[in-house]
């Protein structure tokens, strides 16, 4: 069995490096597109919800990688990103002609970070019986 640590001495640099960037990325994207006239009614409910769930589980699982931590940590960082990221956007939101900030959009965003926080999960899970039988 494989001892958890804080940190994971296994995942490269770079591909936290690359978690990063995406991660920063996703927010740049979500600050510029979401000013544009575009993005006002872009999703009818309910498919607003799923496109923030969607959206922000990558976010959060990519956090949850840049992070390097295993675990309920992982899983916190996970969370923890979707839901700073998702506040920043639907601060943003609110300052927009046309937009507004969501306490539902807030959930969701919480709501992918966790969905992010599993699928992180079980991509570990699989690498590390993947190296086991290897």
Same mark, same amino acid.
């Given at each position: /069995?494989?001892? *958890?640590?804080?940190?994971?001495?296994?995942?490269?640099?770079? /591909?936290? !490096?690359?978690? $990063?960037? !995406?991660?920063?990325? &996703?927010?740049?994207?979500?600050?510029?597109?979401?000013?544009?006239?575009? =993005?006002?009614?872009?999703?009818? $409910?309910?498919?607003?919800?799923?496109?923030?769930?969607?959206?922000? +589980?990558?976010?959060?699982? +990519?956090?949850?990688?840049?992070?390097? &931590?295993?675990?309920?940590? @992982? @899983?916190?960082?996970?969370?923890?990103? $979707?839901?700073? /990221?998702?506040?920043?956007? *639907?601060?943003?939101?609110?300052?927009?002609?046309?937009?507004?900030?969501?306490?539902?959009?807030?959930?969701?965003? =919480?709501?992918?970070?966790?969905?992010? $926080?599993?699928? &992180?999960?079980?991509?570990? =899970?699989? @690498?590390?019986?993947?190296?086991?039988?290897?």
């Amino acid at each position: /069995m494989i001892k *958890e640590t804080p940190t994971s001495p296994s995942l490269p640099v770079g /591909m936290r !490096a690359v978690a $990063a960037l !995406a991660v920063v990325s &996703m927010g740049v994207g979500l600050y510029v597109l979401g000013a544009k006239p575009v =993005a006002v009614g872009l999703f009818t $409910a309910p498919w607003d919800k799923l496109a923030h769930v969607a959206t922000f +589980a990558v976010v959060g699982g +990519a956090t949850g990688l840049a992070s390097g &931590m295993l675990g309920w940590r @992982a @899983a916190l960082c996970c969370i923890t990103g $979707a839901l700073v /990221m998702g506040s920043l956007d *639907e601060l943003h939101q609110a300052t927009l002609p046309g937009r507004h900030g969501d306490w539902g959009d807030l959930g969701a965003d =919480a709501l992918g970070g966790l969905f992010g $926080a599993g699928l &992180m999960h079980l991509g570990n =899970a699989i @690498a590390r019986k993947q190296i086991r039988s290897h």
